[in-house]
């Protein structure tokens, strides 16, 4: 209930807001609320028209399921390099994993290439010194 | 494939729980944008006028909402406020771009008729609706944001009050002022189309109740 201190801008504030929310009839919250027809009469006319106007709509169901099947099939997963792997192709898989056998060969045979000359240098090097001793 | 983890009732979660599976599992967002697509929607629709864009920003909102649901954080704004201060946000940025509002005209407001409308509205009650939504698109942003969700989204002032983030009081003084606001522009447009019409044919006044 308003008290009458409150100023009347106030008070019809709170009808116009209670009226819009269907609380009650205007005449019952004029009455609860002491303001007399003339002063929010246009504005009630205004509020109804809104609801009026200002309908729910519904959005085309072909939308709505086709984005809730983008969403929904979304790569969320794929943040982590396991989660990327997880989602690919069978195709892309394979050939993932031929490329990446390939590149490991690779990189062992120059490692063990290396290791090999590496080893053999020492081995020449160490016989080198031995006969320049003797 | 996501498989639904056991134990998770999406249908009977609240939001904040879904929030927080949605973080590892699509499904989890799904529902929540099950619940929110509509209503997201309706926002945008009426802030745009045209179904094309309103399709297009909402699903904006929900890939931008997706990939920022680990960012998300329930300090005292729901989910669904958060959602629609992305909508509000995007929809800015959109009016921005396209330089100005549209203003659409009455054959192509009938052209986009409502779904669920009654088919028998008259011209004269056309025209109304036509003045209407010209003089709520005249409003500023945030009068019109508060409208859609009243009249539309029929949000409570404390609910709207969190999306706008004013205070519940606040709503309702920016409520009274924008039936105020809106009354004045909806005088000016009919003084406009009456002096318009001068001489071509007599225009009824609208009576009020």
Redesign the interface.
């Given at each position: 209930m308003p008290q009458t201190f409150i100023p009347d801008?106030?008070r019809?504030?709170?009808l116009?807001?209670d009226y819009?929310?269907g609380v009650a009839p205007l005449d019952v919250l004029l009455a609860r609320y002491g303001v007399t027809a003339e002063r929010v009469?246009?504005?009630a006319?205004?509020?109804?028209?809104?609801?009026?106007?200002?309908?729910?709509?519904?959005?085309?169901a072909s939308?709505?399921d086709d984005?809730?099947r983008?969403?929904?099939?979304?790569k969320?997963?794929a943040r982590t390099l396991w989660g990327r792997v997880q989602n690919m192709p069978p195709r892309v898989k394979l050939a993932a994993g031929i490329g990446g056998l390939t590149l490991t060969a690779g990189v062992l045979l120059i490692t063990v290439r290396s290791l090999s000359h590496i080893l053999e240098t020492l081995a020449n090097r160490a016989e080198a010194a031995g006969e320049s001793a003797a | 494939m996501m498989t639904m983890p056991p134990g998770r009732d999406y249908g009977q979660a609240e939001d904040a729980q879904l929030v927080a599976w949605a973080r590892h599992d699509t499904e989890a967002f799904g529902e929540l944008y099950r619940r929110y697509v509509k209503k997201i929607y309706n926002y945008v629709y009426y802030r745009t006028n045209n179904h094309h864009d309103a399709e297009d920003l909402t699903a904006r909102v929900f890939y931008r909402a997706m990939a920022h649901i680990d960012s998300y954080t329930d300090r005292g704004i729901p989910f669904s406020a958060w959602l629609y201060r992305i909508a509000h946000n995007l929809v800015a940025n959109w009016h921005r771009d396209h330089g100005r509002r549209q203003i659409i005209s009455l054959e192509e407001y009938i052209g986009n008729e409502l779904p669920g409308e009654a088919p028998e509205h008259s011209a004269e009650s056309g025209e109304e609706r036509e003045a209407l939504l010209a003089a709520i698109r005249s409003l500023p942003e945030d009068r019109q944001q508060l409208l859609i969700l009243k009249y539309v989204e029929h949000l409570s002032n404390a609910e709207i009050g969190e999306i706008m983030n004013r205070t519940e009081g606040a709503v309702k003084s920016l409520y009274h002022r924008t039936l105020l606001a809106l009354r004045d522009e909806l005088s000016r447009l009919q003084q406009k189309v009456t002096i318009s019409d001068h001489g071509s044919r007599p225009r009824r006044q609208k009576s009020h109740r």
């Open positions: 801008d106030y019809i504030a709170d116009l807001n819009a929310s009469r246009d504005l006319v205004l509020a109804d028209q809104l609801r009026e106007v200002l309908v729910t709509v519904s959005p085309a939308f709505v984005l809730y983008e969403l929904v099939g979304h969320r997963a | -």
